[in-house]
């Protein structure tokens, strides 16, 4: 009766606490229905954003999309004495690196980067795409307003610069517009391989493409519901010792479930549950929709944590099509078919996320894990800089979320006591001020 009694207190006492921080309330607030509309009408103005479309003109193609991008950021930077560093990243693709690219074009991408206070090269980035298309991916000269696809990520990452810039953080944003989507997945190539060689310190890319559509292909109206695309496990495949190693390590300690990317995708998920009760985020355990593509993609290849952000139901007959209208159906990506209250709230997602992350001490390095025929499991960690505390969680092996935590001060070791290794998954973050929790780490280390 006594051990009953022990295991019952055990299992009720560490509940989820949710503890709130009244700026995240009011960065939700502050995203801008009205902005976004006006940023997405602009952005469909310029008639078309194919990557090759013309670069000269001041009213139309991906030059002038691109310029007036830039152009938004820096009076953003205006606005908060300066705190953006705004810059184009860019790379030429050749002629022929695949059938979509049919003459030489320079991919350029903007990036604002907000520095952070205590950790400077640390990035949580928020990107959005410039580029668009019709039904003929080398078309580019038809008009392609590629509204919702992806100027709503476009409009939401600058208006994420507006509401965040007022703000300080512990850790940088990078507010991003990648091009060459439609063409290959190129800007973020150019950018993930620009962030490797300046050895940024990547917490995680939300890369937010079509935020914006609510009336699905499938019949259902949905303005709550949004998906979160993570691949399983985020490792540097350029590196294939490690990959074999991670890969055997798995299949005895498990982790098959709970790579860097899914973490980060449990972290967003917990976040509006948190603050945004009202929404709906559903986790997708796939790295992209089946058999397509998006642009957390090359970020995930270098090894960095990267998930997709996007609405729950598609609309096929507007996304890269000519404008036209065939068998009584309009089909194409225009302005007036996006829904605006929805992709505020997808927006404030992003916001809330990034002011989160921001806000809180790096992951722990190494995690360790032991317990092996133990009435008990043992946590061990490094001690991070900053941290006020360290939180464990775990959850059954089936479940998708963290259900289970404990919170300890600072220590950097722990026992769960009553808690079995076998039954569950384990997980450490560092707590900071305010109760900002670090992403999930998943122990890397077996202790014996
Ligand atoms: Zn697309």
């Known amino acids: 009766m006594k051990q009953l009694l022990i295991v ?51 009213t139309r193609g991906i030059g002038a999309a691109r310029r007036w991008i830039k ?18 990243q860019k790379d030429l693709v050749e002629k022929g690196r695949n059938q979509r690219i049919v003459k030489d074009v ?66 940088s944003i990078i507010y991003l517009g990648l091009s060459g989507e439609e063409q290959g997945l190129f800007g973020g190539q150019g950018l993930a391989k620009y962030a490797k060689e300046n050895n940024w310190d990547i917490i995680g890319v939300l890369n937010n493409d079509m935020i914006g559509n609510i009336s699905g292909v499938d019949g259902v109206i949905d303005n709550r519901t949004f998906r979160i695309f993570s691949e399983a496990v985020t490792t540097d495949e350029t590196d294939p010792e490690k990959l074999a190693r991670q890969a055997r390590g798995r299949r005895f300690y498990g982790g098959e479930v709970d790579g860097t990317s899914r973490q980060l995708a449990r972290y967003i998920h917990k976040t509006t549950k948190t603050y945004m009760p009202e929404m709906n985020p559903m986790m997708v355990y796939r790295l ?20 997709r952000i996007m609405e729950a139901h598609e609309n096929y007959t507007q996304q890269h099509q000519d404008i036209r209208t ?6 194409g990506d225009t302005f007036e078919r996006v829904n605006f209250p929805y992709c505020k709230k997808l927006t ?31 946590l061990k960690w490094d001690k991070v800089e900053g ?12 479940s998708p979320t963290w259900d289970n935590s404990r919170y300890v001060a ?20 560092a707590v900071g001020r305010d109760n900002h929790e670090s992403v999930v780490v998943f122990p890397n280390k077996i202790m014996r």
């Not at 320079?106 to 907000?114: K, S």
């Not at 795409?129 to 078309?139: A, F, N, Y």
């Not at 065939?326 to 089909?331: D, Q, V």
């Not at 941290?387 to 464990?392: D, E, F, P, Q, V």
Request: glycine share 8%; proline share 4%; hydrophobic share 35%.
């Open 106 to 171: 320079m991919v350029v991408n903007v990036v604002a980067i907000q520095r952070g206070t205590t950790y400077p090269n640390r990035y949580i980035i928020m990107s959005g795409d410039i580029d668009s298309r019709v039904s003929d991916p080398t078309d580019f000269t038809s008009d392609s307003p590629g509204a919702n696809d992806n100027a709503t990520g476009m409009a939401g990452a600058i208006e994420a610069a507006r509401v965040l810039s007022k703000y300080k953080f512990e850790s």
């Open 71 to 88: 152009g938004q950021f820096e009076t953003i930077s205006k606005d908060c004495n300066d705190c953006l560093e705004v810059f184009y």
């Open 8 to 58: 019952f207190t055990i299992l009720f006492s560490f509940g989820i606490q949710a503890q709130t921080d009244q700026k995240i309330y009011d960065i939700i607030d502050a995203v801008s229905e009205e902005r976004l509309r006006s940023d997405v009408k602009t952005l469909a103005d310029f008639g078309t954003r194919h990557t090759l479309s013309d670069t000269l003109s001041e």
């Open 348 to 378: 404030a997602v992003n916001t809330i996320t990034m002011a989160s992350l921001a806000s809180a001490p790096p992951s722990p390095k190494e995690v360790g894990i032991g317990g092996i025929v133990e009435p008990s499991a043992k």
């Open 410 to 429: 600072d220590v950097t070791e722990f026992t769960l006591e009553g808690i079995v290794i076998d039954n569950f998954f384990f997980g450490v973050v």
């Open 387 to 398: 941290a006020i505390g360290y939180k464990i969680y775990w959850r059954d092996t089936t």
């Open 288 to 307: 992209d929709r089946f058999g397509r593509g998006g642009h957390h993609r090359p970020f995930n290849d270098a090894g960095f944590a990267g998930i």
């Open 326 to 331: 065939e068998n009584g159906i309009n089909y």
